[in-house]
């Protein structure tokens, strides 16, 4: 062993950059290889349990249906990975990102159902009921129930959102401004279907609510400002008597998110880019803040960052505010510099249960209104459209319509 001193080191004995990336390629290389056989791994099992349920658990189908079911369950496996890659990978392809995505969604909720009907089956056993016929029954159910599912999800996903209205009292909110309504918008996830249609008829729903304020809480598309151009196009159309504001979610930083906060502007919103406006009536104002989503800084976009100090530099440390911030995990910071009410989206509510709970394990709160420290609320919506598969199952979309109260008892649902 030769003992190094420190001049020794400091004169140069580092290693050189070259020999310092040669060792951190194959540590890379070997994460994306760990990373890609957990994918396949994860994969195998969600197709396996559902094939298994279906053709292989002592269903005794004829064999020519068993053989066509496990055929198209081993295409579907194979295939699908492609498909993935093809339409959320550097071509962007439309058409594969629809199937892929529709997969994935059939996928889960056969998924769940098949492991609820492996308990159903258990408990069936116990109680020795259904004799021979008991694997068929419960394969047939998860299939009829699967299906049942997935046609209601693709029709909720696909509606207009249903409006939520709540009351929120906000103490410190001046008695000019209490009845103020704060239409919220989240998570329009513009995308490979075309929802141009669908924009426009969420834009005229907004515009019946009559809104003084009108924010949209991120994750406005899937995809660039030039591919969601027509999509996007009716948010020109909302109208607000004091503001029209938004934020920037994770899924911007995907794509293009100064793109996107730029198509905004032209749209006639103001891009809350870590700074605030304040909106006045009745000689009262409210501080509207905003902050770029907290996977800003990891994207390496320049000037793109979560700064809640530099979005409320300057304003009245007195007025009331309102918190623009996409992930409601966000409240822990907002909590913390006093923030009267944080309006967040993201979560979709879970958008496929039970999905529900495994974002739970993320965030907070997965949906609604909730207190968090003595002055702080926050208001979490389950979003007006979708990621990826176009279904949501007992996770409905919303636009909500939130009533500021200065004074009266508790928020109201």
Do not use: C
Not at 52 to 75: E, H, N
Not at 139 to 168: D, F, I, N, T
Not at 242 to 261: C, D, I, P, R, S
């Amino acid at each position: 062993m030769v003992a190094v001193s420190r001049s020794e080191t400091e004169a140069g004995s580092a290693p050189e950059p070259g020999a310092q990336g040669a060792s951190a390629n194959p540590q890379r290389s070997l994460r994306r290889r760990l990373g890609g056989a957990v994918v396949l791994l994860v994969l195998a099992v969600l197709f396996f349990l559902p094939w298994w349920t279906l053709f292989a658990s002592g269903v005794d189908w004829p064999f020519p249906v068993t053989l066509a079911g496990t055929l198209v369950f081993a295409a579907w496996l194979v295939v699908f990975p492609f498909l993935m890659v093809a339409g959320h990978g550097q071509r962007r392809a439309d058409r594969a990102a629809r199937v892929a995505d529709s997969t994935l969604g059939v996928i889960w909720v056969l998924f769940t159902w098949s492991v609820l009907g492996g308990l159903v089956h258990l408990v069936l056993i116990g109680l020795d009921v259904g004799g021979a016929d008991r694997a068929r029954i419960v394969a047939v159910a998860v299939a009829v129930v699967s299906a049942g599912l997935l046609v209601w999800g693709h029709h909720e996903a696909m509606r207009v959102p249903r409006v939520r209205r709540l009351e929120v009292h906000v103490p410190r909110l001046g008695a000019g401004l209490d009845g103020t309504h704060v239409v919220v918008l989240a998570d329009t996830h513009y995308g490979p279907i075309d929802r141009a249609g669908w924009s426009a008829r969420v834009a005229e729903a907004v515009n019946a609510l009559d809104a003084d304020v009108v924010v949209h809480a991120g994750d406005i598309a899937d995809g660039t400002p030039t591919q969601r151009r027509e999509q996007s196009a009716p948010l020109g159309t909302i109208r607000s008597r004091l503001a029209k504001v938004y934020v920037t979610g994770n899924h911007e930083y995907f794509g293009e998110a100064q793109g996107w906060l730029d198509r905004m502007a032209e749209l006639g919103w103001e891009p809350l880019h870590n700074t605030h406006v304040v909106v006045e009536r009745g000689g009262d104002s409210l501080v509207l803040a905003g902050v770029d989503d907290v996977t800003a800084e990891s994207s390496g976009l320049a000037g793109h960052r979560t700064n809640l100090a530099g979005a409320l530099a300057g304003a009245d440390p007195d007025q009331p505010v309102l918190l623009v911030a996409h992930q409601p995990k966000y409240v822990r910071q907002a909590a913390a510099a006093g923030i009267d009410l944080q309006v967040s989206g993201h979560t979709h509510g879970g958008q496929i249960w039970p999905f529900n709970f495994l974002v739970r394990i993320d965030q907070p709160v997965v949906h609604g209104l909730s207190r968090h420290g003595e002055r702080t609320q926050l208001y979490t919506s389950r979003g007006a459209g979708f990621w990826g598969p176009p279904f949501r199952v007992f996770a409905p979309s919303e636009i909500t319509l939130l009533t500021l109260r200065s004074r009266g008892g508790p928020a109201t649902a």
